[in-house]
């Protein structure tokens, strides 16, 4: 079982936002910080958001993260159908000492 | 520009033990960590353990650390993952990605990802 907790499946329309949600505890996410990654099928994954909120250079900036306490949560706004991946989310934890992924969640745009 | 190129898919029976290579370019190698992260069929990402390829470092996953080697070869900027005691549950895709020490947890590039299918 995945340390992070995210919904498995996620929708939404064109032009619309949706945000993906993910939890954690006081050992990880309270302490550390959040990244998020993009995977098409058949592909690796591709960094989306590092340190909270951070975007590297390249991803548009309809992409956004946050965090609050022990959750963290990603935005996508103004949604393209070329959005429809898999996102997972991921932070340090220190009771386990080592890298926790959320189970991932996939976005459909219907 | 950084690319992590890793080494082709292998096919090993259970009890066998597999070596993944990842060869940096396009970047000063001991600059930054090496994580090794996979993922089983269907199923979403494990991270296995990192490197620091400046003093060898390592730090293992708990569920791993009896039959994981990292390693690196400077002289080739090329870092290395061996799993042994191959069993079926061990079948995924094997992925290395560069850690950025600014980023304590977080990857910033991925290798191409190495197929490793454990069967009798």
């Known amino acids: 079982q995945p340390v992070l907790t995210q919904p498995p499946s996620a929708s939404g329309t064109p032009g619309q936002r949706v945000t993906i949600s993910c939890s954690g505890s006081?050992?990880?996410?309270?302490?550390?910080?959040v990244y998020w990654y993009q995977q098409f099928p058949g592909m690796a994954p591709k960094s989306l958001i590092y340190k909270n909120i951070q975007r590297p250079s390249g991803v548009p900036d309809r992409f956004s993260g946050s965090k609050s306490g022990t959750s963290a949560s990603l935005a996508i706004s103004g949604l393209r159908s070329e959005d429809e991946a898999d996102y997972f989310c991921?932070?340090?934890?220190?009771?386990?000492?080592?890298?926790?992924f959320g189970g991932g969640t996939k976005l459909a745009v219907l | 520009q950084v690319q992590l190129v890793q080494s082709g898919a292998e096919v090993k029976k259970p009890g066998a033990s597999v070596r993944v290579s990842c060869k940096a370019s396009?970047?000063?190698?001991?600059?930054?960590?090496i994580n090794w992260v996979r993922q089983a069929p269907g199923q979403g990402l494990e991270w296995l353990g990192w490197?620091?390829?400046?003093?060898?470092?390592?730090g293992y996953a708990q569920k791993f650390k009896d039959r994981i080697i990292m390693t690196r070869n400077t002289s080739t900027d090329t870092a290395y993952m061996e799993l042994t005691s191959l069993r079926s549950e061990d079948t995924a895709v094997y992925f290395c990605a560069r850690g950025p020490h600014l980023w304590p947890g977080g990857v910033d590039s991925w290798g191409q990802g190495t197929l490793v299918i454990v069967s009798s």
């Open positions: 991921a932070t340090w934890d220190d009771s386990l000492n080592g890298v926790v």
């Open positions: 490197m620091v390829p400046y003093t060898s470092k390592t």
């Open positions: 006081s050992s990880n996410i309270g302490k550390n910080y």
């Open positions: 396009g970047y000063t190698f001991m600059n930054y960590d």
